[in-house]
């Protein structure tokens, strides 16, 4: 998976997506967030605050309040 690059083709996507990463996150450099963010016609970040990776462990409410908004 190390090798495979997807990213060129994010600009295919055409639908709303949301992206929700820990601002703590050290699992995942901040632009793996960012670059959907930017290529995704309707992409929108929400970054979550003093977290980290496993946000559906570490702040469930967050990602439940994200998908109630949508």
Do not use: F
């Not at 703590?24 to 960012?34: C, F, G, K, L, Y």
């Amino acid at each position: 998976m190390a090798k495979e690059d997807y990213y060129p083709r994010l600009k295919e996507i055409q639908l709303p997506c949301t992206i929700i990463c820990g601002n703590q996150d050290a699992t995942t450099p901040p632009w793996h967030a960012e670059a959907p963010d930017r290529e995704i016609k309707d992409a929108r970040n929400i970054w979550v605050e003093g977290k980290e990776h496993m946000l559906n462990w570490k702040a469930p409410e967050v990602l439940i309040k994200a998908v109630q908004s949508i």
